[in-house]
Each structure stands twice: as structure tokens, then as C-alpha cells.
């Protein structure tokens, strides 16, 4: 039983209908600021504290075994909403021993930074947590070329993430030894 | 002889000119600054301070204190205006595309040679104003000078052959026409109250003006409606925000100088600044006192060159506080909308500048009456 | 269950409710008619059913009789009762009978998906990321509808041979099976090839070659479409792309005559798989291997990306007035294609007409597998019949040609993609006379042409084969054609507007219909292109009953249907 009531606004004073008290009131506020001290940072000498959860350019991490995470499922690819992520499936060749068993990796990996809005989709899309925007948040380039992360800029910029998955070695583990039944 | 005396006098105003326009055009380029800091401050950042001289930066205290300042940032912008490519878009008319700058520019320049701005004391005690030339209708041609200068927006606008910049112009011209009225109206009674029958006073003289807030009341407390009234419109013929009309960066990109870039966006630039430069200095010549120190009271500086550059530098301490205001308001009140402007000008300004007028109208005659 | 050449349907009560449905079929074709769709992995409508994935079991029950005295069981409330049958059962292999009570949602149906899904995924591996099943896989889909989430089986999974090469075309991925049968069924029923079988016991059950066998017949990629899972992975398409990216188009094999039913897969203008698309009165839902590769000649290197008039690259137009201003005053001669779509086999037919051009068209033909593959290696040839382009049966030599040339009834020549070389006609004959080429390919033939204007393959263009049965089958635009390459029948019809007086032939599919379905004693009559069905039409081709179809009986197809039809 909702009623509907008309608020009447209250007739406006003389002094209130000049604006003028409102401008002195809005002068006050302004002035009284001027004196308050800088918010800012000087940027290239100052950084700001990276929180542990920024979003910063998306990287590729490699195992701690040094090997590469990515399986090249193409989720984050299709995920991205920009479609700033390009990858070329392919095959790890059996001549690879310590890895032949993960059987695909990206032949190449592209993230074009242009289109990239940082939005980490691809992270959280990851199955096998090849993908991170780490804490990097300054990039530039003098051609759109530069600015299309490769495969290997894209490792260079990830390093190595030490968990503790060993997904891959157990699996080898498991191909070598059979299981036991 | 006479030609020899004659080329020294010419030769000595030329220099004055030169000194004047100088001195304006330093005033503009540091209102810039001032605008920059201001506007820095009053949002919790630092404004310029990077810039500095080669040497400076390594003189102590000060050198640091300059840069902090961005004491040279005026010269960097000015420089950068002057070695950026000048780009003339091809769809301009490049004649008035090329001349709307100048005519912003000018009258800006000019309205300044009837400016007094001090007063030198002779030995005999006698006193002459300080300005290049002392015209008896000082404030008229400062009224008809500078509201020539809408023609440079206007043809700026239309030259550009461009939607916003034609916006910009339209505005512009539309804006002015509608303040200058309540500006022109708002000044009627200060000549009445100056031009006392009997002194020999003329209101339309500068000079006069100043002259008769000696001792007395500023005009600012005898007539603070007229104060109020000629201050808003003068917000307004100088485009200052809440009335950025022709440039308002929000809806027509840069207004009348969208198509302009380098040194001619430059001259506009500072066009505006010498506007609001020459603008504060009327203002406080016409209301606040000019180079006289406070209302009712004499002034307290002896009567020689010393004086004269304190009656200067305290003439030139309330244009600068003015300019401030003005940078103040610009970053406390947002812009009015063109319907707005439109209202307040036609429908509140001008009828109270009309009553104003009336009402003061009475008050002289009533008091002017010989006592019977 | 047919009787009178009719159907005939039957009630049943599915979850509640009464349906009706054709006599004779199962449950989970009877839900699926419905829309409820009951989840199976090894059956398949067009294969024999085998029972033994268990996962389309549903709950259900017939009316009761008496078995002594047949009469019909009632309850309290005097109607029959439904014996519901203790356990679930198995949709797939049980057929539908009049008033049976079928739950395919019931609580002990979902249990039992769930538990069949539980087991199925004890082994599997997790292999989602990489495997190219992933996006079409029908163990994924019933995963997330009747899966866990988490795994309950703590010891370690069985490790099984992950690339086991089955044949040229297809790799195993044992670890995946989930020992369906599809595979092996397919390859005894429909291609009557029997390598396949299971090996070993419980979970160490694995799918394998017979020895010194191999999955190497023309039907093998069935399998891979077949296979529910990710186990049979095609060795072309492995790890090229996911499926999610690509976009699905219809369109029509141009391998042979038996027009099979495709969809172009294909990713931003890049065709990266074609597989089967079921129509029952064609193809089923297979295809042969060697179509599937078809898409690869888009983009071969032979392929004709420029117009060049006598050796020089020009633009399209440039090309074709000078192939028109060649043409002009000239006894021209048509080499027409069996491989050209009928719209554009109606033009060509036009142009003939118009300009009194003497028409010749060549056949290729090879062997008849008897299944898909026909003996008539072209998709069109009766798209010649019915556009009136020829009267005769086509034979691969253009013996004729020659003598035409020779006799000089021929002295300019507009040839569609035929390989004059190969068709025994002599080179210095050719040599003597003008010749416009049109094909999408480099061929001997365009080498020597004064003209030559590349073409469109049938992934790139629209429009309509008639197969060997006599039905119109259309075909949309999967991809965008290279850059600058016009669609043939634009060319021809420009030629056409140029060549003959007051002509203002349309290239427009729409508007070319409009012209072909005039005539009232073409089998075409009264069609629009764009109301052709998805699964095709079928025209009545008894006008050409007397001449020497090649094909052999096949799939759907016997060449006495056309004979016996005459004879009524």
C-alpha cells in the first residue's frame, strides 16, 4: 500500500534565488582546498605500491621445471573480450621427450596491447594457470607492431611461477611407470 | 629643433608602448601560469615544475624554488607555440582564417593606452597619471575598443568552415551583444556619480574616476550593484568560465579555435589573457580605488618617485588579486548552459543594471539639488 | 510397421503426457521427436544398436493384461494398470509399443545418468584443454548435466596409449575411449570394412587395429565425426583449431556425383575442416576422406588470383571487355563444365543461344566405390541436362572440338575451367584461335589463353548441383572469395551484356531463378532458389532415362529407380 506523496521543495529565499551566499560557500570550499597539499605523485620518480591483486599487462609464466604452462587451448582467445589474444595451435614434436606427453603447445602466442582493457578474463579463464597480468603497467612502443606482444616477449615478461602443481611430471610419472592394479 | 623634440616624444611613447605591451603580455603570459598553479592546488596536484633555465636550476634556494613555481613555464609554452608547424586546414577561408587571430588580438593591445595605472609626482607637487595617453573618454573607448575583439571569435568561427568553431562564433557574438548592454548600463551611474556638477569632474574620464575615490568610499562600496552587475558581464566579455560559451571544451571540442593550432592558437590565447589582464585592471579602476590605498584613508606613501612605484605596485597587487578571482571562479562554478547565459543576461542583468540606473538616476539629482 | 506405403503412429505417454509417434522406432528417437532430449553415446540413428553405454536409460512401463487370459488389468478405479518395469531400461533398444509409459526425467533416471557418467569418468583424462573434441564433445555436455564436479576415485588413472595411429587419416587417443562402439560398427555396417575391435578386459579394454590391418578405407574420418568423445581425432585436424571458433556453413561435396551434404568449417575466411551433414536421402551422415580435403585447393598455390590478358595482369573488368571485344564477329565455341553450378550453366547456355555458339562439355569420370563416390567425378553433370546446356551424355574426350576447329565452324573459344590438353584435343588446333579461359585454377589450358579470368570455388560462391539422383541440392557462400575475384556468374552475365543486343542479364541468383523456372517443361519450373530445402529437392529426371548414366548402384541411389518410374 505504497502512497505516493508529492514533497513540495521549499520556496527559495531572495539571497538563495542571487546564488550569490552559494557561490561564496562554493569560493570557501575552493580556497580552503589550495591549502590542503598535493594527492598526486611525481610519476617517473615516484611509482605507486602495486596492490597484489593489480591487473597489469597479461604474461605468460612457465612451470618451475622451466617449461612452458600454456597447452594453447585457445579459451583465453575466445574468452577476451576485445579479441586482443592470437594463437596458433600446434603440436609438441615427439623428439621433445621431457614434454612430448603435454602433445600441444602455442607455436606463437600474441597478445596485441593495443586492444588489451586489462581486463583478466584471460587469467581467470586459464585452466592450466599459464596466464597472468602481473604487476608490469607501463608499455609503449613506437610502431602498432612493438605493441603486439610475441611469444617470447611474453615468457621474458613472465619468469617462472614456483607452484607446486607438477600437473605435467605426474603425468609422466604415470605414462613411465604404468599404474598398478 | 621642433622635428628633434617631436621624433623624442614620439620615440620616448613608442618606448612606453613597447614597455606597456610588454608588461601586458608578461601579465598574460603568467595569469597562464597562474591559472595552471591555481587550478593545481585547488585539486590537490602540483601544477608545472619541471621546467627551468640551464643555470638557474643550479642556483640554490631560489633556483629550486622557481622550478617548483614553474616561474619559466610562460617561456617554454610560448616558445612551443612558436616553433610548432603551422597547420592551415584546407577547408578554411585563409584569409580571415589568418586575420581572426589579429583582430582577437588588437583590441586587447589597444584598450591598454588609456589605461592609467599610477601617478608620477612632478617637483612642484603637481601630480600627472601614468599611462600613454590620457583621452577624456578613457572608459568609452575601452568599452568600444574591446568589444571589438568578438569580431576576431567571430571571424575565427566562421572562417574555420567548421560546425564547432561556427557554434563557437555564434555564441560568442550572441553572448557579447547581450552583456555588453548590462556592461554599458551598469557604468551609467558611476559617470553620474563621478561627473559632480561643479568640479569640473569629468565620469568618463579614468583619471577622474580613480581621482575621486582619493579619501572617499570606493565606488565598489557607493555602488555595489553597479560592481556586481559590470564584474558578471565582465566574466562574460571576457568568455571566462561559468560563460566559456564560444569555447566550451565539452561540447564544441575547442569552440571558435578548434581548427587552429601553433603560433596563431598561441596569439588567441593569449588574446583571452590580455582580455582578463586588462579587464581586472579596469575594474579596479573604476571600483576599487586604483592606485589610492584603502577607502576614506589617504595615501600613506610620500609623495615622490617612491610613491609613485608603491602606487604602481598596489595598483597592480588588485589587478593581480582580480585575475585570481577570476581563476578562482573558474574553478569553483561549472558552466552555464546556453539558454541560461541567454536568461540571466536578457531577463536579470538588464533590467536590474535599468533600475540600477533609474534608481541612481534619482539619488544624484536629489542630491545634486541646490540647497534651496 | 508400414502398411499402405504409410506410417503408421501409435501413442505413448511420455513423462506424463500422450504423444504420438511413428510405430517402430525407439525412445530415444520417440523423446527426441518431443524434445526431450534422452543422452546416449553409442547409438546412432543410422547404425545398429548396441546397448552399451548405458547411458539412455529411462524408466518404463505397458498397460497389464492378465497373461492367462489376455484380458486387461484394472485398478480400483477401474483403469489399466501400468506394470512399470522394475530397473530402468535402455532408450536405444527399446522400441515404442501402443500406450507404453515412458520418464525420462524421473529421479531414478537422472541417478542412473549420474551414476553411468560417475564410471564413465573414472577413467577419462583430463584432457579438456587440449583436446579437439573439446566444445563438441557429448561426454563434456552430459558432464556438466549429470557430472559431479569432483572425482571420488582417489586411485591412480589408467594410463593408456595416447596417439595410436589407426590409419593415415585417423589417430586414437585410448585414454579417451569410451569404448562406444560407433567406430566399429560403422566400419563393419555402412563401409563393410571390418578392422576395427576391442581389445583387453574391464578398464583396461582398449580399441585397436586387427593385426596387420589398418583404418585406412575412404570412410575412415566417419569415425572421427562419429566418436562422441575426443578418442578418434582426425590427423589433419588435430590441434588446428578449436571448435568453438569455427563457423559452420552447408554446402555440397563436389567430389562426384552423389552430392554429399557438407558443412564448411571455416575461421575468418580460412576453411579448416569439412565434415558430413546428415540428409537421409543423400548421404546419411557420412562422407568420403577424400572430399574432406577438397577445401585445401582454396588456397593452393595454383590457384588463379589475377586476370591477365595475353600474359599481362589486368583488373577483372579490364579482362573481360577484352575478352568480350575478342569475342566480337567470331564463331565462338563453349567448352562448358559439369563442375559449374546450373545457374551458371543456365547462363553459359544463354550466352550459346545468343551468340549461335556451338557447345561442347566433357565428362571426367572413375570408379564407383558404391557408396559416395560416384563414377561421375563431376557434381553437375545433369545441371547440364536441365539447363539445356547439352542433350547428350558427355564423354571425357572433346574429339569433336577438334574437328570444329579444324573445320573452321569454331574460330574463338570461351572455356570454364576444362583441361583442353588432357581432353584430346589437338594444341595446335587451339593455338590457332583465340581462347578465353574461366577457372578458379592454373591448368595447361589457361596457360595458353589469351584471356584468362579467375573464378570462385563452390566454398566461395552460391547456387545449386543436381546429383546423380536427379536432386537440386543448393549450396550458400562459406567464405569470402579472395580479393577482387568476382563470382562466375557476374562474369558470364557481363560477357552476356556485352556480347548479345539489348541485353540486361542479371547476375542475381533471385533473378536468374525467376528466368530458369519459366519454361513449364523444365523440371525446374515454378522454383525460387531461396525456397530450395535444407536437404534438397527432388526433380523428375525420367526425361533423360535413355541416356548411359555411369553410376552404379550406390547409397540411396540404384539407376533402375529412374527406369521404373518410366515404365509407371
Not at chain 2, 569629468?202 to 562600496?221: A, C, E, F, T
Request: hydrophobic share 40%; aromatic share 10%.
Amino acid at each position: 500500500m505504497a502512497k505516493t506523496v508529492v514533497l513540495q521543495r521549499k520556496p527559495l529565499s531572495l539571497s538563495e534565488r542571487t546564488y550569490l551566499p552559494q557561490i561564496v560557500t562554493g569560493l570557501k570550499t575552493t580556497f580552503s582546498n589550495m591549502f590542503k597539499g598535493k594527492v598526486t605523485l611525481q610519476y617517473p620518480e615516484e611509482k605507486p605500491n602495486i596492490p597484489k591483486n593489480y591487473r597489469g599487462i597479461p604474461t605468460l609464466v612457465k612451470d618451475p621445471n622451466g617449461r612452458e604452462k600454456c597447452v594453447s587451448c585457445q579459451l583465453c582467445e575466445f574468452v577476451c573480450p576485445p579479441k586482443a589474444i592470437r594463437i596458433t595451435p600446434g603440436a609438441v614434436p615427439e623428439s621433445e621427450d621431457d614434454r612430448e606427453h603435454v602433445e600441444k603447445a602455442p607455436q606463437e602466442f600474441e597478445i596485441n596491447m593495443l586492444r588489451c582493457i586489462y581486463c583478466g578474463y584471460c587469467q581467470e579463464v586459464c585452466p592450466e594457470e599459464a596466464i597472468y597480468l602481473q604487476d608490469e603497467y607501463s608499455l609503449s612502443g613506437y610502431s602498432r607492431d612493438e605493441m603486439i606482444n610475441k611469444k617470447e616477449k611474453l615468457y621474458e615478461l613472465g619468469g617462472t611461477l614456483p607452484d607446486q602443481h607438477y600437473k605435467w611430471d605426474k603425468k609422466k610419472n604415470a605414462e613411465d611407470e604404468g599404474n598398478d592394479h | 629643433m621642433f622635428d628633434f623634440e617631436m621624433l623624442f616624444m614620439i620615440g620616448l611613447k613608442v618606448l612606453f608602448a613597447l614597455l606597456m605591451i610588454g608588461a601586458v603580455m608578461t601579465m598574460a603570459g603568467y595569469s597562464v601560469l597562474a591559472e595552471r598553479k591555481v587550478s593545481a592546488w585547488m585539486q590537490g596536484r602540483v601544477g608545472p615544475n619541471r621546467t627551468v633555465l640551464p643555470l638557474v636550476g643550479y642556483v640554490p634556494f631560489a633556483g629550486k624554488f622557481l622550478k617548483g613555481m614553474g616561474m619559466f613555464q610562460p617561456l617554454a609554452d610560448g616558445l612551443k607555440f612558436l616553433f610548432k608547424e603551422e597547420i592551415i586546414p584546407g577547408h578554411v577561408n585563409k584569409f580571415y582564417y589568418n586575420l581572426a587571430p589579429i583582430v582577437a588580438l588588437v583590441p586587447a593591445l589597444t584598450t591598454m593606452t588609456v589605461l592609467p595605472f599610477g601617478e608620477f609626482f612632478a617637483d612642484n607637487g603637481e601630480s600627472f597619471p601614468l599611462m600613454l595617453a590620457n583621452l577624456e573618454v578613457g572608459i568609452l573607448f575601452i568599452l568600444a575598443v574591446s568589444s571589438l575583439g568578438v569580431y576576431g571569435i567571430v571571424l575565427a568561427g566562421w572562417s574555420s568552415n567548421s560546425k564547432y568553431p561556427f557554434l563557437g562564433g555564434i555564441r560568442s557574438s550572441a553572448q557579447m551583444i547581450s552583456y555588453e548592454l548590462a556592461m554599458g548600463l551598469s557604468l551609467l551611474p558611476i559617470f553620474l556619480w563621478v561627473s559632480e556638477p561643479g568640479t569640473g569632474a569629468m565620469g568618463l574620464s579614468l583619471v577622474d574616476i580613480v581621482d575621486s575615490q582619493k579619501q572617499s568610499p570606493w565606488l565598489l562600496l557607493v555602488q555595489p550593484l553597479s560592481a556586481l552587475i559590470f564584474l558578471i558581464a565582465l566574466f562574460a566579455e571576457t568568455n571566462r568560465l561559468p560563460f566559456d560559451m564560444p569555447e566550451s571544451e565539452t561540447d564544441l571540442v575547442g569552440g571558435f579555435h578548434t581548427e587552429y593550432g601553433g603560433f596563431k592558437f598561441g596569439i588567441f590565447f593569449v588574446a583571452e589573457y590580455a582580455h582578463i589582464v586588462v579587464g581586472s585592471a579596469i575594474f579596479t579602476i573604476v571600483f576599487l580605488g586604483g592606485w589610492h590605498f584603502m577607502p576614506w584613508m589617504s595615501d600613506p606613501w610620500p609623495a615622490t618617485w617612491i610613491g609613485s612605484l608603491i602606487g604602481v605596485g598596489w595598483f597592480l597587487a588588485k589587478t593581480i588579486f582580480l585575475i585570481f578571482f577570476f581563476i578562482w571562479i573558474r574553478w569553483t562554478l561549472p558552466r552555464f548552459r546556453y539558454d541560461q547565459v541567454m536568461n540571466l543576461g536578457w531577463t536579470k542583468l538588464l533590467p536590474l543594471a535599468l533600475i540600477n540606473l533609474i534608481f541612481y538616476v534619482c539619488l544624484v539629482t536629489w542630491l545634486d539639488q541646490p540647497p534651496a | 510397421m508400414i502398411s499402405n506405403g504409410k506410417p503408421s503412429t501409435i501413442n505413448i505417454i511420455l513423462d506424463g503426457k500422450e504423444v504420438e509417434v511413428p510405430a517402430g522406432i525407439n525412445l530415444v528417437e520417440a523423446a527426441g521427436i518431443h524434445g526431450t532430449e534422452v543422452p546416449h553415446y553409442c547409438y546412432h540413428p543410422q547404425l545398429s544398436v548396441a546397448g552399451n553405454c548405458r547411458m539412455c536409460l529411462v524408466e518404463m512401463g505397458t498397460p497389464m493384461r492378465d497373461r492367462a487370459t489376455g484380458e486387461a488389468v484394472l485398478d480400483e478405479n477401474g483403469i489399466q494398470k501400468i506394470g512399470w518395469v522394475p530397473k530402468p531400461v535402455i532408450g536405444c533398444g527399446t522400441n515404442v509399443s501402443p500406450g507404453m509409459h515412458v520418464k525420462t526425467k524421473s529421479s531414478m533416471v537422472t541417478e542412473s545418468r549420474e551414476g553411468i557418467m560417475e564410471f564413465l569418468l573414472v577413467n577419462h583424462p583430463l584432457d579438456c584443454p587440449i583436446c579437439d573434441q573439446a566444445g563438441e564433445c557429448r561426454l563434456q555436455e552430459f558432464a556438466t548435466d549429470y557430472g559431479r564436479g569432483y572425482s571420488r576415485y582417489v586411485e591412480r588413472k589408467n594410463v593408456k596409449p595416447k596417439r595410436t595411429k589407426l590409419g593415415p587419416r585417423v589417430t586414437l587417443d585410448d585414454e579417451r575411449c569410451i569404448l562406444c562402439s560407433r567406430c566399429i560398427r560403422f566400419c563393419q555396417e555402412v563401409v563393410d570394412d571390418d578392422v576395427l575391435g576391442f581389445v583387453d578386459r574391464g578398464s583396461f579394454s582398449t580399441l585397436t587395429c586387427f593385426p596387420g590391418k589398418e583404418l585406412s578405407n575412404n570412410y575412415s574420418l566417419n569415425t572421427v565425426d562419429l566418436c562422441p568423445v575426443g578418442a578418434l581425432t582426425s590427423t589433419d585436424f588435430r590441434f588446428k583449431m578449436r571448435v568453438w571458433f569455427l563457423k559452420e556453413s552447408p554446402s555440397i561435396c563436389v567430389e562426384s556425383s552423389a552430392g554429399s551434404n557438407i558443412l564448411v568449417s571455416s575461421r575468418e575466411g580460412k576453411i579448416h575442416r569439412i565434415t558430413p551433414r546428415r540428409n537421409d536421402s543423400v548421404n546419411d551422415s557420412w562422407m568420403t576422406d577424400s572430399g574432406r580435403v577438397l577445401y585445401k585447393k582454396v588456397s593452393s598455390d595454383s590457384r588463379l588470383l589475377s586476370a591477365s590478358v595475353s600474359g599481362n595482369a589486368s583488373s577483372l573488368t579490364e579482362a573481360i571487355s577484352a575478352a568480350s571485344e575478342m569475342f566480337k564477329d567470331k564463331k565462338l565455341g563453349v567448352v562448358g563444365s559439369c563442375k559449374s553450378s546450373v545457374e551458371e550453366q543456365y547462363l553459359l547456355n544463354k550466352l550459346s543461344k545468343n551468340l549461335k555458339a556451338k557447345k561442347f562439355l566433357r565428362g571426367h569420370f572413375g570408379k564407383d566405390d558404391g557408396i559416395l563416390l560416384s563414377a561421375d567425378r563431376t557434381p553437375n553433370l545433369r545441371g547440364n541436362l536441365v539447363t539445356g546446356f547439352s542433350n547428350k551424355y558427355p564423354s571425357d574426350q572433346l574429339s569433336d572440338l577438334s574437328i570444329s576447329i579444324q573445320k573452321k565452324q569454331v574460330n574463338a573459344l570461351l572455356v570454364i575451367g576444362e583441361d583442353l590438353s588432357e581432353s584430346g584435343v589437338d594444341l595446335e588446333d587451339l593455338k590457332s584461335i583465340p581462347i578465353v579461359f574461366l577457372g578458379t585454377h592454373q591448368n595447361a589450358t589457361a596457360d595458353f589463353s589469351d584471356v584468362v579470368i579467375p573464378t570462385l570455388t563452390s566454398f566461395e560462391k552460391s547456387g545449386s548441383f543436381i546429383n546423380r539422383s536427379f536432386r537440386l541440392q543448393s549450396f550458400k557462400q562459406a567464405i569470402p572469395g579472395p580479393v577482387g575475384l568476382l563470382p562466375d556468374l557476374h562474369v558470364i552475365a557481363s560477357l552476356i551484356n556485352a556480347l548479345c543486343e539489348d541485353a540486361e542479364q542479371s547476375s542475381d541468383l533471385a533473378s536468374i531463378w525467376k528466368q530458369m523456372s519459366k519454361s513449364r517443361t523444365n523440371p525446374l519450373h515454378g522454383l525460387i532458389f531461396s525456397k530450395i530445402p535444407g536437404d534438397g529437392l527432388q526433380l523428375d529426371g525420367s526425361k533423360w532415362n535413355s541416356l548411359p548414366f555411369i553410376e552404379k548402384k550406390a547409397m540411396h541411389f540404384s539407376p533402375l529407380k529412374q527406369l521404373q518410374k518410366s515404365k509407371i
